[in-house]
């Protein structure tokens, strides 16, 4: 019975991907791409916009119009937008180095230092929330706010559901979607995508805790942002807000640097499907000036 309550679970989660990836198709268009040498990769980028850099960091098996389709030719009006696919993922070919929340935002760090970004603020989806909390940890200076989305600071901060579907990810389980089609087309070896869903199911299956003062002691503002249905426990969320000094009574003092969102109604996969909520939260949060003195 627990079996099958487990496959039915997760026909339902490729179902949504199946219908999120139709939803992205041809959304992205790119003013400037290519691909830049970090730490053994050749990391594939994407420029839109012009003004304040926002970095974009996706999820698990996306890439950059899976993951931002939708938001990119908005957020990409008032901003200079820099979207990246991580190692293995996209146009980004995988290399023999194991996946890590650390290296991964080491080669976001040469990524932006190749393109001579001093700051930016990064906005993280779901393994990129992770891969955002560690370039804030590893790399202060380049982080002016994050926004993480439907992510989390540690393993035990996935509801107990989503850690019981980990270990059933299999290359199979993907054939005949979006994710697979997309892969198989800009993935520079689409023969590799075997070992590539099975290396990223042993990083996605491996238990990890940033830790709690880590998290405490980043100075960036940060909006973070999760589904009431989400793959992250809605305490773990309320938990990292109160790490980054958020919930005191603002009626009584100025607004804070940290926010917290929760949609109603809305799982892991379906909180990017919500363009207009995103926007009408990020795009205030990163114009808003910081508040001095609040850390």
């Known amino acids: 019975m627990k079996s099958h309550t487990l496959k039915f679970r997760i026909q339902k989660i490729i ?154 990810l299999a290359p199979e389980m993907f054939e005949r979607t979006p994710l697979k089609t997309e892969y198989d087309s800009l993935a520079p070896d689409p023969k590799h995508w075997p070992q590539f869903v099975n290396k990223m199911k042993q990083f996605v299956t491996t238990s990890y805790d940033f830790g709690a003062e880590k998290i405490r002691a980043i100075k960036s503002p940060t909006l973070i942002i999760t589904g009431d249905g989400d793959g992250v426990l809605p305490e773990h969320a309320v938990e990292m807000f109160r790490l980054r000094r958020g919930g005191y009574m603002i009626d009584f003092g100025p607004a804070p640097n940290t926010q917290l969102a929760i949609f109603p109604g809305t799982s892991h996969i379906s909180v990017m499907m919500q363009t207009d909520w995103l926007l009408s939260m990020i795009t205030p949060f990163l114009d808003a000036p910081v508040q001095q003195g609040q850390h």
């Open 15 to 168: 179902t949504l991907l199946l219908i999120f990836s139709c939803l992205l198709t041809n959304q992205a268009f790119s003013q400037k791409k290519g691909y830049a040498p970090v730490n053994g990769l050749k990391m594939y980028y994407e420029v839109h916009g012009s003004g304040k850099p926002l970095v974009l960091l996706h999820g698990a098996f996306n890439t950059i119009n899976i993951a931002f389709g939708m938001l990119i030719p908005e957020l990409s009006k008032n901003r200079q937008v820099i979207a990246v696919e991580m190692q293995g993922h996209g146009r980004t070919a995988d290399i023999d180095r194991p996946f890590s929340f650390q290296s991964m935002a080491d080669d976001v760090a040469a990524l932006l230092k190749n393109l001579k970004v001093d700051s930016a603020d990064i906005l993280g989806y779901s393994m990129g929330g992770g891969i955002a909390w560690q370039l804030a940890i590893r790399h202060p200076q380049l982080v002016r706010k994050l926004v993480i989305a439907s992510s989390v600071y540690k393993y035990e901060g996935w509801t107990p559901e989503t850690r019981a579907i980990l270990p059933k």
